[in-house]
């Protein structure tokens, strides 16, 4: 077998995709974190709270159905963000084992102002990756998600 038929070797010690992705992640999770920090806010609970402002009384598992997270990651990013005033979770009227959320006035001011670091975040990433490489990333990630 001629060398140039052969892979080449992975670029880590660790060739598991699932590892490879999550390093990613949270490195990526660092950047926005970091970002957000100033106005109390993790990506995580950023982006509830953007899911919220598009639609209002959802349920938890609507809820993680929509940010692609299990009902106890959510649950855990609900419960600070109750305590600030940010949110309000109700029972469902409908349904009493059913939890409704609701972004509050505060909730809706507060992902307001942290927008800046979002926005921060974003463009650290793109900094860091080149407009190119960026691309090819989210194209490959939307790629395979359609795939898996």
């Not at 469902?92 to 102002?113: I, K, M, N, W």
């Amino acid at each position: 077998m001629d060398s140039r038929d052969t892979p080449p070797p992975p670029a880590t010690a660790h060739p598991c995709t699932a590892m490879a992705v999550r390093r990613l992640s949270r490195k990526v999770t660092q950047i926005y974190d970091e970002a957000l920090a100033p106005y109390g806010l993790t990506v995580g609970q950023i982006g509830l709270l953007a899911a919220l402002r598009r639609r209002q009384g959802v349920s938890v598992g609507a809820l993680a159905d929509r940010l692609a997270a299990d009902a106890s990651t959510v649950s855990r990013l609900l419960k600070p963000l109750a305590n600030a005033g940010l949110i309000l979770v109700e029972p469902d009227p409908d349904d009493r084992r059913s939890r409704l959320v609701r972004l509050t006035e505060a909730g809706h001011a507060q992902r307001a102002r942290a927008l800046p670091g979002w926005h921060a975040a974003q463009d650290s990433v793109r900094a860091r990756l080149g407009e190119g490489r960026l691309a090819a990333l989210r194209f490959m990630l939307d790629d395979a998600q359609s795939l898996l």
